[in-house]
């Protein structure tokens, strides 16, 4: 990769490098800067490693992912990794070391992106002052040696006076919609182009990669997501995003196909409190998420809930509604939730039924236990009847019914604009990078000695193979208007 | 409306494969016309695409009209589809299958209308028939959607961009195979110069598959940007490095990786090539993809 550093050096900045004294210091980080511009702005680089993040994305669709999250938590983490390791085997370990399993958030893969990232930059960098030149300072005279080396180029003898010949091509330019700039010293030169601003397309799709990305920095480190906002039917609880905020779910449905049993439909229908008052209604679904400012509310998940009422010793009651079982537990992957008893502190985990053929916790049962505040010790365990209040230590618990609860998906994500304006750019400016072309078309008319004129055109885009180009097209149009008679 | 669909579809099969077989016959006419100029003159290689006589042209204008008549069957059958079920024809992989073999043909038919190189052909119509052939495995019950595609104008826009782009893809592959088989034969022959035997020039075929990347490059860009947007609104979240939606990315980074390469110096032709090969490879990893990686994208219809 340093070797196009070394065969394609910067044209020397008029300073003597070979002095006699040899290269001093300052030389050598010179050149060492110089290569490393070379190696960034190199569009050879730039090509490798996208196709080094191409050959890391391979593996990555091929090799399971970690859920976002799992690999931070060592617990999590090991759980994680024994979940999956009957389909790697002894290979999980290594797999794991060479981080494999997140492969998006490798060191490599970040490295990778990173040096793309500045390589795109220095690409843009290096590319804008000939653009800015190109739109809009373009080069008129462009001295006669280009009228016969340029990739297409055409000289034409006329009978006209080179005043004459400049009308007509003039004409035929405008006709076409060109942009014409004229100098005469003697020869006269034409400079035509069109769709000037489409040089920039390019660029700007270019930046705007860098703006997604800024985007997802942006989105990283001010967003705000939790994957986990679980509420019971008939629960209420506060958003922590939103302060003040809290929402209660009124009913959650899953409706099946009756054929083909797939689903058709999960919907949440959700109250929104703000301080108390209730200050909207919105029933969630998969395309159908609730905003309320810069937070949304997307339907994730859902699962079976338990009610349950919890009594103090007077009879006071404490805690009335549902509590999802969200989570399974390691053991024997049954459904699991907890719940803070409000006023005293205690955490009841609830473990629920497995369903039919269960007979440690039957359908219609549920299993309490009952820790004190923080959970430092247990207080007890129970499996309990629907609609029987059992009483643990001081607290008399119900299960009054099992029922549903949703599993929402809160995310305010300030990057997002970012991460759509730079789309929005990278579509726009490939479409009109690859539809419309930066046509340029120069011209050089001389007098002839005998009078008459020669017309000299030539550009720079390449012949194409299948079809007369517009620069051939033009050149016929010239021709032809050539060869009327001028007006006298 | 279902079974129109069907027998459409079965129209657009039968039609694919004969006009493949005349398509066949066209070059075997052209190449045998070729043959015979090289035997009686010396033959200019390279710079004649296509000599052809009349019957050559005639088998020619045969394998167009039955070209155009796949287009418009399968068409067909993909309006009748979408009458039928109430959502654009994409929503699994029978109806993503039949879709993808469309933009195939529909790309082929049009390339062909501007480049002239039936040879074409050879490879994309196999590919489109073969996707069809898929398609005709998969059960065509019509059930309704899964919460996550019930959204009509983001399924309707985002697979369609796909189609574009995929199916402009296939021409892209069509052109690199071509000119590596070019390269292939001249080699195994031991020959200096590649080309001849009526087989379309190595820069058309480099200049074909460029045309055809420009054409899918920002499609596939609109797929992907509208994929992130749908999972926007669906999920809450516009990237999770899905497999389909990582797969995708491969796809956009190998093509991106070939718009550089052509414009660098040694990197036209050959190698340019082998990136369109690879770049189709990933094309069809994406496609096929969900049937094995799971994912937030596998709900193709096959369980």
């Avoid at chain 1, 809930?305 to 009879?315: E, I, K, L, N």
């Avoid at chain 2, 016309?33 to 200019?44: H, L």
């Avoid at chain 2, 059930?143 to 402009?168: C, D, E, M, R």
């Avoid at chain 2, 979240?237 to 390469?261: C, M, N, Q, R």
Wanted: contains cysteine.
């Amino acid at each position: 990769m340093t070797e196009e550093a070394q065969t394609r050096p910067l044209p020397p900045n008029g300073a003597p490098v070979a002095a006699a004294a040899g290269p001093t210091f300052m030389d050598r980080v010179d050149r060492v800067l110089e290569g490393l511009w070379h190696f960034l702005s190199s569009m050879r680089v730039a090509m490798v490693i996208m196709l080094a993040i191409a050959a890391l994305g391979v593996v990555g669709s091929l090799i399971i992912q970690a859920p976002p999250g799992v690999l931070v938590d060592a617990q999590a983490k090991a759980g994680w990794l024994d979940e999956i390791r009957p389909k790697y085997g002894n290979w999980t370990g290594f797999l794991d070391t060479l981080q494999l399993f997140q492969i998006f958030n490798s060191l490599v893969f970040r490295i990778l992106v990173a040096t793309l990232t500045i390589s795109l930059i220095a690409c843009s960098i290096h590319r804008i002052p000939g653009v800015w030149r190109t739109t809009t300072k373009p080069r008129v005279d462009v001295g006669p040696q280009f009228f016969e080396h340029a990739p297409q180029h055409e000289a034409i003898v006329v009978r006209h006076t080179p005043a004459e010949t400049l009308a007509i091509v003039e004409g035929v330019m405008r006709g076409r919609h060109y942009r014409l700039l004229t100098t005469d010293d003697g020869a006269i030169h034409i400079y035509g182009d069109r769709f000037r601003w489409a040089a920039w397309a390019g660029l700007i799709a270019h930046i705007s990669i860098v703006v997604i990305l800024l985007g997802a920095i942006v989105g990283g480190m001010f967003g705000y997501r939790d994957a986990q906002f679980t509420i019971a039917e008939g629960q209420t609880l506060p958003v922590a995003a939103e302060p003040g905020l809290s929402v209660q779910l009124i009913d959650f449905t899953d409706k099946y196909d009756t054929v083909t049993g797939s689903p058709i439909d999960y919907a949440s229908q959700i109250v929104v409190f703000k301080d108390g008052a209730e200050i909207d209604r919105h029933t969630v679904r998969v395309n159908d998420p609730y905003r309320y400012g810069d937070t949304t509310f997307y339907q994730a998940f859902f699962g079976a809930a338990a009610v349950m009422t919890v009594t103090d010793a007077s009879g006071k009651e404490l805690y009335s509604g549902g509590v999802p079982l969200a989570w399974r537990t390691n053991a024997d992957n049954r459904p699991v939730g907890s719940l803070t008893v409000p006023g005293t502190g205690n955490v009841i985990w609830l473990v629920g039924t497995l369903g039919g053929g269960d007979d440690t916790i039957k359908p219609g049962q549920i299993q309490a236990e009952l820790y004190t505040a923080g959970e430092a010790s247990q207080i007890g365990t129970e499996v309990i009847d629907q609609g029987k209040a059992t009483t643990m230590g001081d607290l008399t618990i119900t299960f009054e019914r099992e029922t549903q609860f949703t599993g929402l998906n809160v995310a305010r994500d300030p990057g997002v604009l970012f991460v759509w304006l730079g789309s929005l750019l990278l579509f726009g400016g490939f479409a009109i990078r690859f539809m419309i072309r930066h046509k340029r078309v120069w011209g050089r008319i001389v007098a002839r000695p005998n009078g008459g004129a020669v017309l000299g055109m030539a550009t720079l885009a390449t012949k194409d193979v299948s079809q007369a180009t517009d620069f051939e097209n033009l050149v016929t149009d010239i021709r032809a208007a050539l060869q009327t008679p001028a007006q006298s | 409306m279902e079974k129109l669909s069907g027998y459409m579809f079965i129209a657009a099969m039968l039609s694919t494969g004969l006009a493949t077989i005349f398509y066949l016959m066209y070059a075997v006419s052209g190449l045998r016309a070729a043959r015979m100029q090289t035997a009686g003159m010396t033959m200019t290689t390279g710079s004649v695409s296509i000599t052809s006589g009349p019957r050559t042209a005639a088998i020619g204008r045969y394998a167009t009209m039955l070209g155009w008549l796949a287009v418009f069957t399968l068409l067909a059958a993909l309006v009748a589809r979408t009458v039928a079920t109430g959502h654009g024809p994409f929503a699994n992989m029978y109806e993503f299958s039949m879709a993808f073999a469309f933009g195939i043909l529909l790309a082929y038919m049009l390339f062909e209308r501007r480049y002239h190189q039936r040879i074409l052909a050879l490879i994309a119509l196999p590919v489109a028939l073969a996707m069809m052939l898929y398609a005709n495995t998969i059960p065509p019950d019509i059930a309704p959607l899964v919460p996550a595609l019930q959204n009509n104008l983001l399924l309707t826009v985002h697979v369609a961009v796909a189609i574009v782009a995929y199916g402009s893809f296939a021409i892209a592959f069509a052109a690199a195979a071509l000119y590596l088989v070019q390269l292939f034969i001249a080699w195994t022959m031991n020959r200096d110069e590649p080309g001849g035997w009526g087989l379309p020039r190595l820069d058309v075929l480099d200049d074909i598959g460029y045309r055809a990347v420009i054409v899918g490059f920002p499609f596939l860009t609109a797929t992907i940007i509208l994929g992130a947007v749908w999972a926007d609104t669906a999920w809450g979240s516009y990237w999770s490095w899905d497999p389909k939606e990582t797969a995708s990315l491969v796809t956009w980074f190998i093509y991106g990786a070939y718009l550089h390469a052509r414009v660098m110096r040694g990197w036209r032709g050959k190698r340019a090539a082998v990136l369109l090969v690879i770049g189709f490879a990933a094309t069809l990893f994406t496609y096929f993809g969900n049937l094995f990686f799971g994912g937030l994208h596998s709900y193709s219809g096959l369980g």
